[in-house]
């Protein structure tokens, strides 16, 4: 029913405009619509080549708009290279300055080392001097000491001298009491051996260190040789 109804109102609207058509002719005269009509078209036209070459605008900007935003999406990976690349720089430039302060200090190091051995030679050489001095002193009082201590002193191995005593006991004056000295590595002098063994040589290696008076320091190790020859 709705249909039919709908269909009805179609026919009656296109019968209205057929009649108001007939009357707008009739009114204006067929020249006048023929100019309308012309003028209609002719604005048709110009808005169709208007609206296209505003379509071309439109997508020659999109166009653009797209190059636009590939251009600066090209630009953004770029920096973001450039960033990587300056952080890698950056971290390569640390690595070299930490590498160049390193080799600074093995340098330095080096340096501190020669100067230190320089030094110890220097130490060593004076205390290797002041050695063969006490030991050719040493070496010169040999006669004097053979003659009135009847002792004998010999040189032995590692720079070391060996003094032996005789005449010590009065039953065996052949009998050899021996000790060994030696110069240690702060110059004094060192009591390496002796034999038969005094409990009182560290006593008299003191004393002969406080007062380098080393006649004395073997005339009283003969006499601890004596009074134990007599026990």
């Given at each position: 029913m709705s249909r039919i109804k709908t269909e009805d109102e179609l026919i009656l609207?296109?019968?209205e405009i057929k009649e108001f058509w007939t009357k707008f002719k009739s009114i204006c005269g067929s020249e006048h619509i023929n100019q309308t009509l012309g003028l209609r078209e002719s604005c048709k036209e110009s808005i169709k080549a208007l609206s296209e070459k505003w379509s071309k605008k439109l997508k020659e900007g999109d166009l653009m708009i797209d190059?636009?935003?590939?251009?600066?999406?090209?630009?953004?990976?770029?920096?973001?290279?450039?960033?990587?690349?300056?952080?890698?720089?950056?971290?390569?430039?640390s690595k070299i300055k930490h590498e160049e302060e390193q080799k600074r200090d093995f340098i330095?190091?080096?340096?501190?080392?020669?100067?230190?051995?320089?030094?110890?030679?220097e130490i060593i050489s004076a205390k290797n001097k002041a050695t063969k001095e006490?030991?050719?002193?040493?070496s010169k009082s040999k006669e004097l000491f053979?003659?009135?201590l009847g002792?004998?002193?010999?040189?032995?191995?590692?720079?070391?001298?060996?003094?032996?005593?005789?005449?010590?006991?009065?039953?065996d004056p052949d009998k050899p009491y021996?000790?060994?000295?030696?110069?240690?590595?702060?110059?004094?002098y060192e009591v390496t051996s002796s034999s038969p063994p005094l409990d009182c040589i560290?006593?008299?290696?003191?004393?002969?260190r406080e007062t380098n008076n080393f006649a004395a320091f073997v005339a009283n190790i003969r006499k601890a040789f004596t009074a134990l020859s007599y026990k």
């Open positions: 609207f296109e019968k190059k636009i935003l590939e251009y600066r999406n090209e630009i953004l990976q770029q920096n973001i290279c450039i960033e990587e690349k300056q952080e890698d720089l950056t971290e390569m430039n330095d190091r080096i340096q501190e080392l020669k100067e230190e051995l320089t030094r110890k030679k006490r030991l050719e002193r040493l053979e003659e009135r002792l004998e002193i010999r040189r032995i191995y590692d720079e070391q001298l060996q003094f032996i005593f005789r005449c010590i006991d009065h039953k021996t000790f060994t000295l030696s110069i240690n590595e702060q110059g004094d560290a006593e008299l290696q003191l004393k002969v």
